[in-house]
């Protein structure tokens, strides 16, 4: 035990004891203290981080950001076509067929019907007849199509033919079937018949033309 010799020249032992366990707590209270803040940074590394629910003040969130310039459409659910018709085969596919040409006369009445290849021929035999009959309702039943054989007649039948033809015979009807001339009405003589059968020979010439079927009858 330690003495400790106060001033009066008196040794107290209880005094000593009471000093020496003071200094010895003082002294161990740093120590104390930093082991506290030691364990105290050890448990706070240990911990697992957090993860953050909100981006920080300085972070931009791209979740809702506008695209630049373009807009993505919704989907849109195309409605169902049903066909209740089967559409005709183009033209392109149909079998090649000799055109058609047959032009009549009832009174003052000029039908044209059939069909051609030719877009130039189907417009000229259409106006070349309706120039030279003014005063006829013509009846353009004439189609242009595109799988009809082409035919050299058509450039020059009209004015080379049909109009004399109709201008010259009585109740006209001129038609052109499958290679076959259909020639009928009423001439007012055998010259003007033969006339006009040559003359139809002359026009009507070409690779598919077979035949001349003439029922021009002469009148009395």
Known sequence: MNILFLP???VTGTNVLTITTKMTIS????FRFIACILA?????????????????????SLAEAP??????????????VTSTSVPEAPAEDLAPVEPELIVTMEGKKITIRGAVKSSIQ????????TDAFPEFEIVNEFKL????????????????????????VKSPKVAYREGIVTLAGEV?????????????????????????????????
């Open 8 to 10: 009066n020249g008196h």
């Open 27 to 30: 002294q161990q209270v740093p």
């Open 40 to 60: 105290s940074l050890l448990i706070v590394a240990c911990e697992e981080p957090q993860t953050r629910s909100k981006p920080a003040a300085d972070e931009v």
């Open 67 to 80: 695209l630049a310039g373009f807009k993505i459409p919704e989907a849109i659910d195309a409605p169902a």
């Open 122 to 129: 189907h417009e000229r035999i259409v106006k070349d007849m």
């Open 145 to 168: 199509e595109y799988h009809r054989m082409p035919v050299g007649w058509g450039n020059r039948v009209s004015e080379g033919f049909l109009v004399p033809y109709f201008q010259q």
């Open 188 to 220: 007012a003589d055998t010259r003007m018949h033969r006339f006009i059968t040559e003359l139809a020979i002359e026009m009507f010439s070409g690779s598919y033309t077979k035949n001349i079927d003439n029922r021009i009858t002469v009148g009395k």
